[in-house]
């Protein structure tokens, strides 16, 4: 079932500035989909408009099968906002309470939840001191707890390691793994793109408005996948009938099929030339991240 299933998604703001142009996507149960773009693509004003704080110009689509901007449906979403801010007066402990109970979760369930999740979210010491105190990235971990309050089926997190350190930003991969395991959909917008390709099961690129990419990152690297064979010394002349692409000591054979590449390395080995590597090579996705920026950068590409 589609946790998000949008289509023709268009925002314009005041001066004519537009910032969605038909933007189309399905979020599935249980994936992490990642929304990736560079600054001004228009990911936050999406998450936004899911989330009902600002209204699109047109949009069709559900969430959890409700229409878009149902509030009932609200109620079962998780949304951690870029740039969040708590009461810099309130405890760890204070902020979850306060948004549980915005929330309408009962006094002994929040005790419970907040308590599960400060330790969950590796706050566990923290949850009486005063959130002016926490660092940035434990704001990101008290936001993310924030979020989960209600028990949600979908989680909206926007940046959600901004200013969290390597170990944390690992720690919160093997949460949201775990939150996929257990059934939920978790939509990542985030510009941290090692982050997006360790725990998405799929992407969207967004530039200028539109979503250029959507799918796995398997089917979108697809076209680009081949192996390198690295030799000592030069390539053989007779390797350039064998092979798509030949560069001083490496031969490229594109595909992923291993074996249209062993008659290439028996004929090496009966040759007694050194293979010195053989190594599948596919698009990552800062790849494909500036294949779509230079495609609507392009003359003539749609805008």
């Not at 170990?167 to 949460?175: A, K, M, N, S, W």
Request: glycine residues 8%.
């Amino acid at each position: 079932m589609a946790a998000i299933q949008i289509q023709d998604v268009e925002k314009m703001y005041r001066g004519k500035v537009h910032a969605l142009r038909g933007v189309s996507l399905e979020v599935m149960d249980g994936e992490i989909f990642g929304l990736l773009g560079p600054n001004g693509a228009g990911k936050s004003t999406l998450v936004k408009i899911l989330m009902t704080v600002i209204h699109a110009s047109s949009v069709t689509g559900t969430m959890l099968g409700s229409p878009i901007g149902h509030r009932k449906t609200l109620e079962s979403v998780g949304y951690l906002p870029e740039h969040h801010r708590f009461p810099y007066y309130l405890t760890g402990k204070q902020v979850l309470h306060h948004y549980g109970a915005l929330c309408k979760i009962t006094r002994n369930e929040r005790k419970a939840s907040a308590s599960s999740l400060l330790t969950r979210l590796g706050l566990s010491g923290w949850e009486n001191k005063k959130v002016h105190s926490y660092s940035k990235g434990m704001l990101q971990r008290l936001g993310i707890a924030q979020a989960l309050m209600n028990n949600p089926k979908l989680l909206i997190l926007d940046e959600p390691t901004d200013g969290v350190d390597p170990v944390g930003r690992r720690e919160i991969r093997d949460l949201l793994a775990e939150l996929r395991d257990e059934g939920r959909a978790v939509f990542l917008n985030s510009h941290l793109l090692s982050e997006l390709e360790m725990v998405c099961d799929r992407v969207a690129i967004m530039v200028k408005g539109l979503v250029t990419m959507q799918g796995t990152i398997d089917s979108l690297t697809k076209d680009s996948r081949r192996y390198e064979i690295q030799i000592q010394g030069n390539v053989p002349e007779w390797a350039t009938d064998s092979c798509d692409e030949v560069h001083g000591d490496k031969m490229i054979v594109h595909g992923d099929d291993p074996d249209a590449i062993q008659p290439l390395l028996d004929r090496l080995r009966n040759e007694q030339i050194t293979i010195r590597a053989v190594k599948p090579v596919r698009e990552n996705l800062e790849d494909l991240f500036m294949r779509a920026v230079d495609y609507t950068d392009t003359p003539g590409a749609v805008q």
